[in-house]
């Protein structure tokens, strides 16, 4: 595996290299090879943090190959593109979020609005500053990406989403040039007028050993501090704002932690806010009377947002596989109270209690807005 590893690692940067330099023929064979090794590390690795990496690695350099085979048959002299083109991946649309598409999370919501918000709207009003990094912690599954798009959406902000394991990936190269290079793209927006929020998700890989990478972690650790440090002073406050998720802030060291002054807990939903999903995601669902809502809030006491939103799936596979199996002419029967506690008993909460205890105690010590 390591071996093949660094095998696909030579060929990507001979590959790059070639590129950059204009040697298209080398650059597409480097550019196959590395990517048909990749194609094998695919299904030889188990882990999916490191799967994704490999696969977004193979998407991209297969999206180059393309390319420039595309280039060599239009025009034999076409240049090779600057660099911007490699930068821009990180802006992505937010998905089409509003507040109220969040479902509960009322403190969360107003403190984005405090620290986000309203300082984009009238910087003026906020002569001492506002908080520049904001940091959320909960279980996975909760609405911390929702939330995070609807702040981007409400005020038509550049949003720039990243994974920090994405940026510790030896594929992208030197992991503190990712992050300057993040940061450089924001600033650049944020000088032509638009304000930037960047979503980093799983902060947390950023500052633990991870076994697959070089070893950069601490100096992109160092170069993410640094730059939050940057957004500070020059008199002139940027309209960048950061924001940090992750599932194990336990994992977080102090000096992280406290540039993030906004630690917002972004908890698993309470009965009610459980309640309000069933019916949100049931919406245009056809029921039968006997759905209680209520009663599937109360049996599913721990589950996540998303886990909610996968059961509401399921419970919909559900009768119309079994529609299509007896060979059903009409249409699915309406669901039953029935099909939702079979699939609540399948459907297992996908948080642990011990991995609560642990975030909770957390949250006492560094929270600060609940
Ligand atoms: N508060 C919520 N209101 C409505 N839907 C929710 C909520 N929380 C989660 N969901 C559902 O779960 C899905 C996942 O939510 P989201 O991506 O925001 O979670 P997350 O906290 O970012 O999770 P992760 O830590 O895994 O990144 C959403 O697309 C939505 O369907
Ligand atoms: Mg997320």
């Not at 998407?59 to 595309?70: D, G, H, V």
């Amino acid at each position: 595996m390591r071996e093949l590893e660094r095998l696909a690692a030579e060929r990507a940067r001979e590959a790059v290299k070639y590129d950059k330099l204009g040697m298209k023929e080398e650059a597409v064979a480097n550019y196959r090879e590395a990517i048909q090794l990749l194609l094998k590390l695919i299904r030889f690795t188990e882990d999916p943090v490191v799967k994704k990496v490999y696969e977004e690695k193979a998407k991209q350099y297969k999206e180059r190959l393309e390319a420039l085979l595309e280039k060599s048959l239009e025009s034999s002299y076409t240049s090779v593109k600057s660099g911007k083109e490699h930068e821009s991946y990180l802006v992505v649309d937010p998905p089409p979020i509003k507040w109220d598409d969040v479902i509960g999370l009322e403190e969360a919501k107003k403190a984005l609005k405090e620290s986000i918000i309203y300082p984009s709207l009238r910087p003026e009003f906020f002569p001492l500053g506002w908080p520049r990094g904001i940091l959320f912690f909960g279980p996975p599954g909760c609405g911390k990406t929702m939330l995070a798009a609807a702040a981007a959406n409400e005020i038509d902000a550049v949003f720039m989403q990243v994974d920090a394991s994405m940026i510790m990936s030896k594929w992208l190269g030197e992991s503190e040039k990712n992050i300057a290079s993040l940061f450089e793209e924001a600033r650049r927006y944020e000088r032509e007028g638009k304000p930037v929020i960047i979503l980093i998700d799983e902060v947390d890989s950023l500052t633990t050993f991870r076994e697959n990478e070089v070893g950069g972690e601490a100096r992109a650790r160092n170069q993410l501090l640094k730059e939050m440090d940057g957004l500070q002073d020059k008199g002139r406050t940027p309209r960048i704002y950061v924001i940090a998720a992750t599932n194990k802030p336990w994992l977080l060291d102090e000096p992280f932690i406290r540039r993030f002054q906004k630690r917002i807990y972004i908890p698993l939903p309470d009965y009610h806010a459980r309640l309000s999903m069933f019916k949100h995601y049931t919406r245009r669902l056809e029921l039968d009377d006997d759905v209680d809502f209520g009663e599937l809030a109360k049996l599913t006491e721990g589950y996540s947002g998303a886990d909610i939103s996968q059961i509401c799936m399921e419970v919909q596979l559900k009768v119309v596989s079994e529609f299509f199996e007896k060979g059903g002419t009409d249409k699915p029967r309406k669901i039953s109270m029935n099909d939702f506690i079979e699939v609540v008993k399948k459907v297992k909460p996908s948080v642990s209690g011990e991995s609560f205890k642990k975030m909770m105690e957390w949250a006492r010590k560094y929270g600060s807005a609940f």
